[in-house]
């Protein structure tokens, strides 16, 4: 079993800083970075590029609302085409401090509202995807089950990573809770960990109502700005090695 661990960062803003993204370098595989919508600035994108440069750790674009204050997690509503070109905006500007640093974005994802929005949403999930398919086709879309993102990018042909967060809840169809709803965001880190082990051992998940659902997942996803997320991540990674597999970036899951 090889699969992907992976964890947002890149989220701090000027001389903020949002969780211990260089210690979480030294756990993950790839990481997603926040493109200075939601979170992020040129700095931080820079800083956070080059730490996982020198940990051969694959970086990808984390795109999101243009909502600092929110952090990306109100609703912004825009013409389709308008928040599209919003997504290429923030690949550019990783793509371009990636490139001067000697490296390459490998994968892409949407933050918070507007990956919320296009998961429920076909008409907007699919401006945005082909938006990602034109910027470079060679990315991966890290996409959670049973989305209208994972399927636009099923038609329109570009790769996608499936993508399970540990922290939080699935109902019964395999879409994740929203946080509004109590349950959706799992704080307790012996019950992140038996939902990890539970999909290790027999490739299934527990619903928010308790019901078991079969996944394929070829990523895991930690969230950076989580207290403990450090120690949460080495649990992980410990779980997945000692199971018999091993943790590689996502381009080496996805082929």
Do not use: W
């Not at 990018?153 to 109902?171: E, H, Q, V």
């Amino acid at each position: 079993m090889e699969i992907d661990l992976n964890a947002d960062l890149g989220e701090g803003f000027g001389p903020y800083r949002m969780g211990e993204d260089e210690a979480m370098l030294d756990v993950v595989s790839s990481a997603n970075v926040a493109c200075g919508f939601h979170a992020g600035d040129p700095v931080i994108m820079d800083r956070t590029v080059r730490l996982a440069l020198a940990r051969r750790i694959e970086v990808g674009a984390h795109v999101g609302f243009p909502d600092l204050l929110g952090f990306g997690r109100r609703q912004i509503q825009a013409d389709p085409l308008e928040l599209a070109n919003y997504v290429v905006y923030q690949m550019g500007a990783l793509a371009g401090i990636a490139k001067r640093a000697g490296y390459r974005v490998t994968h892409m994802s949407f933050h918070g509202a507007l990956g919320n929005m296009a998961a429920a949403s076909y008409e907007l999930a699919e401006p945005l995807v082909r938006a990602v398919s034109e910027f470079d086709r060679d990315l991966i879309i890290s996409v959670s089950t049973n989305t209208e993102i994972e399927r636009a990018a099923d038609r329109i042909g570009i790769r996608t990573a499936n993508t399970f967060l540990a922290d939080r809840a699935y109902d019964d169809q395999g879409v994740l809770v929203s946080r509004k709803l109590e349950g959706a965001v799992i704080k307790d880190r012996a019950a992140v960990m038996a939902r990890v082990q539970t999909l290790l051992e027999d490739g299934t998940i527990t619903t928010i109502t308790g019901n078991k659902l079969r996944m394929k997942v070829q990523s895991i996803l930690l969230h950076g700005d989580t207290p403990g997320a450090v120690e949460l991540a080495r649990a992980v990674r410990g779980s997945i090695e000692a199971a018999g597999g091993r943790v590689v970036p996502v381009s080496k899951v996805v082929r």
